[in-house]
């Protein structure tokens, strides 16, 4: 009997591996872009998908104090009153109240090709891309059964390659420019800044002083450093403010009374080289996780 072929069929997003009740961060079940990546005459359908999630973090509704009510926030125009959202345009202001007003259909009549392709242009080092451009991770992942092969010789190729390609894709009425990366079984794209994004960090930086700080105080500070060197650990890492947050919403939960907290001390320092010397005896008494040799 011959084997039954496999079909070309939409792939779902992968399941959850956790629990739904789970807080830790899970891949969304809805992609953020759908298309076609290509490398010259290789193309694959893909699915892009967040690498971070948010979902965990506490945000706040705004209630009217007298009723407990939630707040609708609704359109309104200052002469004709609320309006409906399904009712607005896009409008561009060129001076001061005065719009250019662009419709749907014309905002498509400007589409490009990337709108539906991410198309690699270009290979680069990573290290040569400057940190300050790379913004938002995301999991690149095959859209189609049928897409496996073409999506694996992309893969392997830039994994044996071990660059980074470049190229462009539109998202939320923006073209990106995207870094692409072989990771494991699977790729990586970062979002990009654009040039006239990023603000040069000699601008920034135009003001400080160029005068070399003094050697004896930069020895220390760098035996400091060296006594707290370690691995990078992020889930030796959390936000402390947003766990108090929790605690303070679970103790309202329970009505007890919530006590102001003491204003929290800050330190003016006024003698720097015995600041750092104080320093590198605390160091020295609670050294940094070496990382393991092997």
């Known amino acids: 009997m011959a084997a039954r072929k496999r079909t070309s069929r939409k792939r779902a997003a992968p399941r959850q591996a956790k629990p739904a009740n789970d807080d830790s961060a899970q891949l969304s079940r809805r992609p953020l872009w759908q298309g076609n990546l290509r490398l010259s005459l290789v193309s694959c359908p893909i699915a892009l998908y967040s690498a971070v999630s948010r979902h965990a973090d506490i945000s706040f509704h705004l209630l009217n104090p007298k009723t407990n009510n939630r707040i609708r926030m609704i359109p309104t125009d200052p002469e004709a009153g609320p309006v409906e959202r399904a009712d607005l345009v896009k409008g561009y202001e060129i001076s001061k109240n005065h719009y250019v007003k662009v419709s749907a259909e014309e905002l498509e009549s400007v589409r490009l090709a990337t709108t539906h392709t991410l198309d690699i242009e ?117 936000d402390r403010y947003e766990k108090a947050l929790r605690e303070l919403i679970r103790r309202k939960e329970k009505g007890e009374k919530i006590v102001t907290a003491e204003p929290v001390a800050e330190s003016n320092v006024i003698d720097l080289m015995a600041a750092l010397r104080q320093s590198l005896k605390g160091s020295k008494s609670a050294p940094a996780k070496k990382r393991k040799a092997g």
């Open 122 to 238: 270009r290979f680069v080092d990573a290290d040569k891309i400057d940190r300050l451009y790379w913004n938002d991770p995301f999991y690149i992942l095959p859209a189609e059964d049928s897409a496996d092969e073409a999506y694996g010789v992309i893969r392997d190729a830039m994994a044996g390659a071990g660059r980074i390609a470049l190229g462009r894709v539109v998202m939320h009425t923006r073209e990106r420019l995207m870094a692409v990366e072989a990771r494991g079984r699977g790729l990586i794209a970062w979002s990009l800044r654009m040039a006239d994004e990023v603000i040069a960090a000699d601008d920034a930086f135009d003001e400080i002083p160029a005068k070399k700080g003094d050697a004896r105080m930069i020895d220390i500070a760098e035996k400091i450093i060296a006594q707290q060197e370690g691995p990078f650990e992020p889930e030796g890492f959390e």
